[in-house]
């Protein structure tokens, strides 16, 4: 049986993820996924109730199984990014997300370039509105790893119910698969699905 495991995840990829699966899969099969996030699990639920797909939910100490089956061929192509709240009612997210292809801000000087980054992403934790998702590939998933300067600022960001996707294939690229301690890592389907239905894209 197939199974999906988005422990770690931060919606939309836990979703998009079903998604892709309920879309491959054959009519009539079941497969598994695996999440460890309260707010994931509601979406899920409400992106599966949508789709009229059936499904029951186990849960084992920290970790919520949902065993799903695909009814019907066709599923809806409604956004992920809808089904995505947070458990932080003093924000609100806005429909936009924040890309970042370089660990340093703008041309020039790179210490400069690194320092603006960094106030950069310190800066976003103060917004009134907060992207839906931030999406790291090439150099900028260097600002994922432990050693960076704005670790620490991520898993805040992360936990005030931003997700974080970093190329999967950049990080094995520079290798710093054993650094990267928050978000998920990702693929460039569920990195172009992000991009393609953000109604804006910040990049800095």
């Known amino acids: 049986m197939r199974i999906v495991d988005t422990k770690g995840q931060q919606c939309p990829a836990p979703i998009i993820a079903t998604k892709r699966t309920l879309k491959e899969a054959k009519k009539g099969e079941t497969f598994l996924v695996l999440t460890d996030n309260r707010t994931s699990l509601n979406n899920l639920i409400r992106f599966l109730k949508d789709n009229k797909t059936e499904f029951s939910v186990e849960e ?4 919520w199984t949902l ?3 695909k009814k019907t061929a066709e599923v ?3 956004e992920a990014e809808k089904y995505c709240n947070t458990d932080i009612p003093h924000f609100t997210q806005g429909n936009f997300i924040i890309v970042f292809s370089s660990d340093k801000m703008g041309e020039g000087d790179e210490e400069l370039g690194h320092l603006l980054m ?3 992403i310190k800066a976003i934790k103060d917004l009134e509105s907060l992207p839906k998702t931030m999406v790291f590939y090439n150099n900028g998933v260097k600002l994922g ?10 898993k ?13 294939t950049c990080v094995k690229y520079y290798s710093i698969e054993e650094k990267i301690k928050t978000g998920s890592l990702s ?13 804006h894209i910040i990049k800095p």
Do not use: P
């Not at 084992?60 to 970790?63: F, K, L, M, N, Q």
């Not at 693929?187 to 109604?199: F, L």
């Open 60 to 63: 084992a100490g920290d970790i």
């Open 67 to 69: 065993r799903i089956t």
């Open 76 to 78: 809806q192509q409604t």
């Open 118 to 120: 960094t106030n950069f």
């Open 145 to 154: 790893s432990v050693d960076s300067t704005v670790s620490e600022h991520l």
């Open 156 to 168: 805040e960001i992360e936990k005030m119910g931003v997700g974080l996707l970093f190329c999967a």
């Open 187 to 199: 693929n460039m389907y569920e990195i172009a699905q992000v991009m393609a239905s953000a109604a």
